[in-house]
T-cell receptor
Framework: GESVGLHLPTLSVQEGDNSIINCAYS??????FIWYKQESGKGPQFIID?????DKRQGQRVTVLLNKTVKHLSLQIAATQPGDSAVYFC????????????????FGSGTQLTVLP | NAGVTQTPKFRVLKTGQSMTLLCAQD?????MYWYRQDPGMGLRLIHY???????AKGEVPDGYNVSRLKKQNFLLGLESAAPSQTSVYFC???????????????FGPGTRLLVL
C-alpha cells in the first residue's frame, strides 16, 4: 500500500525566513496531494492542495511543489511568522483506492515547525 | 457555521466499556470520515461514509463500528474498549463534487480517548 514519509520530524526557522517542509510518497499512481496544518489541541486545517497534472501551486504565502519523477512533495512558507508554528502533515490519495470523490487519504507522520523570534 | 463539531472532547474508559463518539457537520457535506491519530504518526482512516445510510471500512476498522442515520451526523462506536484504542479521534467531512477544493476534507477539533 501507500506510504508517506516526511524528511524531518522537526524544523526550526527564524521569524521572517522561508520554511521548506518535505514529503515523500511511494505510490506512483497517487493523484491528489494535500498539506494540512495542525496546531496543538486542534484538528488539521487545510492549507493547500495540488493534483498530479500540476507541478506547482501557490496560495497566500505558501507554495506547494510536486515532483512526480522522484515522488516528492514540498511545502514552502514565505516570511515565516510565529503563528505558523504547528505540525504540518502531507496527505496523498490515489483515485483508484477512493470511492468517487470520497478520498482515502494516507498521511505522513508530520513535521513540527518552530518559529524562533 | 460551526463546521465540524465532535462530542465529547475527552473521555476516560475502562477496558471492556463501550462508548459512542458523535460527529456533526453543518456544511451539507455528503461524505464523512473517522480517523485516529497516535503519537508520532499521521492520521489513519477508520471508517467513512459516502451518504446517509452508507458506511465503508478504512485502513484500521477493527474494533469500531459506525452509523450514518442522518446526513449531518456520523457516529463512531467502540463496543468493548481496549487500551490499544487510546488515541485522538478526528472526524472530517467533504463534498461529493469532483475536482477543485470540493474534495477537501474539513476536520473537527478531535476527541481524546484514554482506555485504562
Amino acid at each position: 500500500g501507500e506510504s508517506v514519509g516526511l524528511h524531518l520530524p522537526t524544523l526550526s526557522v527564524q521569524e521572517g525566513d522561508n520554511s521548506i517542509i518535505n514529503c515523500a510518497y511511494s505510490n506512483s499512481a497517487s493523484d491528489y496531494f494535500i498539506w494540512y496544518k495542525q496546531e496543538s489541541g486542534k484538528g488539521p486545517q487545510f492549507i493547500i492542495d495540488i493534483r498530479s497534472n500540476m507541478d506547482k501551486r501557490q496560495g497566500q504565502r505558501v507554495t506547494v511543489l510536486l515532483n512526480k519523477t522522484v515522488k516528492h512533495l514540498s511545502l514552502q512558507i514565505a516570511a515565516t511568522q510565529p503563528g505558523d508554528s504547528a505540525v504540518y502533515f502531507c496527505a496523498v490519495s490515489d483515485q483508484r483506492r477512493s470511492s468517487g470523490s470520497a478520498r482515502q487519504l494516507t498521511f505522513g507522520s508530520g513535521t513540527q515547525l518552530t518559529v524562533l523570534p | 457555521n460551526a463546521g465540524v463539531t465532535q462530542t465529547p472532547k475527552f473521555r476516560v474508559l475502562k477496558t471492556g466499556q463501550s462508548m459512542t463518539l458523535l460527529c456533526a457537520q453543518d456544511m451539507n457535506h455528503e461524505y464523512m470520515y473517522w480517523y485516529r491519530q497516535d503519537p508520532g504518526m499521521g492520521l489513519r482512516l477508520i471508517h467513512y461514509s459516502v451518504g446517509e445510510g452508507t458506511t465503508a471500512k478504512g485502513e484500521v476498522p477493527d474494533g469500531y463500528n459506525v452509523s450514518r442515520l442522518k446526513k449531518q451526523n456520523f457516529l463512531l462506536g467502540l463496543e468493548s474498549a481496549a487500551p490499544s484504542q487510546t488515541s485522538v479521534y478526528f472526524c472530517a467531512s467533504s463534498y461529493n463534487v469532483w475536482g477543485g477544493r470540493q474534495e477537501t476534507q474539513y476536520f473537527g477539533p478531535g476527541t481524546r480517548l484514554l482506555v485504562l
